[in-house]
């Protein structure tokens, strides 16, 4: 079993930043791939960014003001998020895929921080 634990999610003005945090603890040999995904309501859930083994991926809304970085001793992803914008506003998730006890892959989700930006 993986917990994840989010943080920093809040309310911001436009052009404003905020630093959301993702740890994962539990029975966890490796992680693959750490990111973060957004949803506003009535609209799908979409990618954020993601690191992996491969470098980082970002969503083209958020390239030049969003940074994800990953510290692997702690098994904890972060988003600076700078120079928000009010449709950066939605909830946040964080998302972990990697390989457990067994050799076990899991992918996990966190349970989600709002993130609200005002005009």
């Known amino acids: 079993q993986v917990q994840l634990v989010e943080s920093g999610g809040g309310l911001v003005q436009a052009g404003g930043s905020l630093r959301l945090s993702c740890a994962a603890s539990g029975s966890i040999i490796s992680i693959n791939a750490m990111g973060w995904y957004r949803q506003d309501p009535g609209k799908q859930r979409e990618l954020v960014a993601r690191?992996?083994?491969?470098?980082?991926i970002y969503a083209d809304s958020v390239k030049g003001r969003f940074t994800i970085s990953r510290d692997n001793a702690k098994n904890t992803v972060y988003l600076q998020m700078n120079s928000l914008k009010p449709e950066d506003t939605a909830v946040y998730s964080c998302?972990?895929?990697?390989?457990?006890?067994?050799?076990?892959?899991?992918?996990?989700w966190g349970q989600g921080t709002q993130v609200t930006v005002s005009s």
């Open positions: 690191v992996s083994r491969g470098g980082a």
């Open positions: 998302n972990v895929a990697g390989v457990g006890i067994y050799g076990r892959e899991f992918n996990y």
